[in-house]
């Protein structure tokens, strides 16, 4: 760092000993003051632009959600007669009503069912590109990214087709239940419809991260279970799984959170009682314009996010293997 | 190596088949001669010329790219930087402020953002969309170029440096072709958010301005027609081009070897 004096330059002010001393200390010194510069030069530009775009924003929301709500939607002044204008009128109406609470909890059970649906069907995919032979991963890894380049209400809208009441998919159902006496089934407008969706469009985050993990795993050591009398089952939950937690903590993450904060896809897919906590901030913010309730509500969606992505962070943390540090 | 078992085979291919039927279906509806997405009745081109005749769609199209290109390259650039300098120096800033836009619910960029343009008295339109957006992606690209500099050898960058480069040669000539597939995916993967970006876009684009998510999500909340169908195909076919072109000019972007 510019200005600080690193114990090399300490070093290096001392008189030194020798004359290979003094040239160590030298280019030591000249390393670090370099690197001094290069680290302003290279960190500089990315936390300016996300100071500006990112950090000021928040903090811009995070006093809106104590300010009050102006007469006509948006904000009141926050400062009123010489004197600040800020209340926690908001967050009390957040404590007050478990209808909120509510809301939360089932916004987390939506996103955590996906985040599993999510691995299990994104595990075998990485799993078998990383096995592949070298010149077929480009292609594989290449069908599993394209849909995820279709956009993402292109995704969402072919389940519409797919669960729609003229769909095969609908009619084939209800032709089967129907002569054992249940009454027709309406797939789309429905949780199962919006789980789906949440599946289907998050999926590539799950696969991603796990195949960049699965592709630097050794052969070689499960080459050494199998020699030490390991089966197929055993080589997988005991090598290869656990070695592959980080791929899958970072895919949960990389799932769990947008999918917590979703409101479109219940606003397409979903019934009335599909309501997540996204289509709630959303009204907050466009339809009912109560800023300072949105501000809350996104704040308190976001702490959940984080405290669930840090737990995951917490458990996957780098932790010395039988096979050495990951 | 071992070859795959059959087990696995077929649980990967229940997984493209997850992935690509629902695709092809859109694909092949927008072909139908039938304002319903239910039977197949013949095959039309109708829904491809009720599109060009669509102006609203073109402009929109128009907007989504131009938005995404800027902020692929903007994004690029930026996260290729932050992600050096979260490998390389000890910073307890730069990662908070470059992973925490990734670790937060997108909605809640989306309304900040909008909290803040407005506060600003900045116009809603293409660049507080670009503006969101490149902030939004930074930390994608980040990610993916630090990741493959923790997977480098760190002795390479050391051997450039005790030969006598200059830490930006040895960036430059070692260190950067070395992580070029992964500042390419992290292009890559930018130039996808952003264009397929709804949330923040939505929040942030104002009434004014239209992108193709933005006119998609309007469509088929009022009605379902195969015109969707039909920009969604299109759409497919402009990155399906966009990816070919990407693996050619970077042989080994989506190969991590």
Known sequence: MPGTSSPAEVAADAAPESLADAERARVVTWQSRDRGVGRWLVSGPPLLYLGVFFAIPILIMVIASFRFPGEFGGLAPIVEDGELNLTLEAYERFATDPIYWELFVKSVVYAALTTLFCLVLAYPLAMLIARSPKKYRDLLMLLVILPFWSNFLIRVYAWMIILGPQSIASRGLNAVLGPLGFEPVTLLFSSFAVLVGLVYVHLPFMVLPLYANLEKHDPALLDAAQDLGANAWQRFWRVTFPLSLPGVWAGAALVFIPALGIFAIPDILGGTGDTLIGNLIKQQFLETRDWPFGSVLSIVLTVVALALAGLAAWVARPRRTAFGSP | MKRPSWLLYAAAIVGYLFLYIPLAIVVVYSFNDSRLNAEWVGFTFDWYRKLAANDEMIQAAVNSLVIATVTAFAATVLGTMAGFAMHRYRSRVLPILVLTPIAIPEILM?????????????????????????????????IVVRSRLAGMDESLTEAARDCGATPAQAFRLVTLPLIMPAVIAGALMAFTLSIDDFVITFFTAGAGTQTLPLVIYSMIKIS?????????????????VLIVLASKLAPGTLRSS
Do not use: D, Q, R, Y
């Open chain 2, 110 to 142: 989306g309304v900040s953002l909008l909290l803040f343009f407005v506060l600003l008295n900045l116009t809603l339109g293409i660049v507080s969309v670009m503006l969101a957006h490149i902030a939004f992606c930074i930390g994608f690209v980040a």
């Open chain 2, 224 to 240: 379902v027609t195969p015109e969707v169908n039909a920009v969604s195909t299109l759409l497919m076919l402009l990155t399906l």
